[in-house]
């Protein structure tokens, strides 16, 4: 089905981008975001409603006639009751990845890098906002997923590469830290593990009063040690 699509595609991670560029309004950003999120089939009804809640039933079926309208040609095709986007979506590729790399299969630097991005940054509208909390937690495990995978077959670089990316997007998680830490010892590089776990440790004491759990202390604890 999806070389139905030619060369069209929405971006939504890391913000939204089409492929190729297209020049678009407003209602029509909005309309390709919520149909790359929520579909790639949606109903027409919910569409308008979910995009415009503030206004009537009548006037939200009118913004959407006018944001199909502003639309280029071809993105979407309306069927029936429903929206269908005609076009491939980042966000599926990236779920996809994302649950294989939670099946523990050893998923390549380009699934890292797309997992390295949040869904629709800066877009605080209601229909989008859980679908953010949920992939953020989605991928962060991923990453995490990775770093494991990769770490215990040797292939160390994507597994840093990985831990750093969970690190990033989530500086508190101990989980994130302590795959990455993991990952830095079984390379040799235990002086970067150390590193890493002291400023986790520092900035948890420093933002919530609390002290690193113990299966993190036992990977960095002999090299805490030969440093004193």
């Not at 859980?130 to 962060?140: A, G, K, S």
């Amino acid at each position: 089905m999806a070389s139905s699509y030619g060369s069209r595609r929405v971006g939504v991670l890391g913000g939204l981008g089409t492929r190729p560029n297209e020049r678009l309004s407003g209602a029509g950003r909005r309309l390709l975001a919520y149909l790359a999120v929520k579909g790639p089939r949606a109903n027409r009804l919910l569409t308008g409603t979910d995009l415009w809640p503030e206004v009537s039933e009548t006037r939200a079926r009118a913004n959407l006639r006018r944001a199909l309208w502003q639309l280029p040609h071809r993105w979407v095709r309306p069927d029936g009751p429903e929206l269908q986007l005609d076009a491939s979506v980042d966000l599926v590729d990236a779920r996809r990845v994302a649950d294989r790399a939670l099946a523990d299969t050893l998923v390549g630097a380009e699934a890292v890098e797309m997992l390295k991005h949040d869904l629709l940054p800066g877009w605080y509208e209601p229909w989008v906002l859980d679908e953010q909390d949920q992939f953020h937690l989605h991928r962060i495990q991923a990453l995490e997923a990775v770093c494991r995978t990769a770490s215990h077959a040797g292939a160390y670089p994507l597994a840093t590469g990985a831990g750093l990316a969970a690190v990033c997007a989530e500086p508190l998680r101990e989980s994130a830290v302590t795959v990455l830490v993991d990952a830095l010892v079984r390379e040799g590089n235990r002086v970067e593990a150390a590193r890493r776990y002291r400023a986790y440790a520092q900035r948890l004491r420093r933002e919530i009063g609390a002290a690193p759990g113990d299966d993190l202390v036992a990977l960095v604890r002999p090299y805490l040690r030969r440093r004193s």
